[in-house]
């Protein structure tokens, strides 16, 4: 079956960085676009970036460009999250998800259970 395990969420000052990933198993890695959406507390889920199947164009929100990096290794199943220069309002659950290169959380049909970031000012 389809999983999708993110790791690497903790706590932060602003203006540091963490790196998240996302390991993926049970289907082909590489035939998919993958993204990452957050939930921060009391909000809706809301779509931060996305990567085609290829690696070969990318997709961020206007909240995190210039901030955050999205890709992928094929070769180990894992897709990434490089967040730098975090800020308070980046607080929030962070979730991968496999689907199609959207910005839509409906175009997702699996996700994974989610890893938690605080930024603390």
């Known amino acids: 079956q389809v999983q999708l395990v993110e790791s690497g969420g903790g706590s932060v000052q602003a203006g540091g960085s963490l790196r998240l990933s996302c390991a993926g198993s049970?289907?082909?890695?590489?035939?998919?676009?993958m993204g990452w959406f957050r939930q921060p507390p009391g909000k809706e889920r809301e779509f931060v970036a996305a990567?085609?199947?290829?690696?070969?164009?990318?997709y961020y929100a206007d909240s995190v460009k210039g901030r955050f990096t999205i890709s992928r290794d094929d070769a180990k199943n894992t897709l990434y999250l490089q967040m730098t220069d975090l800020k308070s309002e980046d607080t929030a659950v962070y979730y991968c998800?496999?689907?199609?290169?959207?910005?839509?959380?409906?175009?997702?049909?699996?996700w994974g259970q989610g890893t938690q970031v605080t930024v603390s000012s």
């Open positions: 049970g289907y082909i890695f590489n035939n998919y676009a």
């Open positions: 998800a496999r689907g199609r290169y959207s910005g839509s959380a409906k175009d997702y049909e699996y």
């Open positions: 990567i085609t199947w290829t690696g070969g164009a990318t």
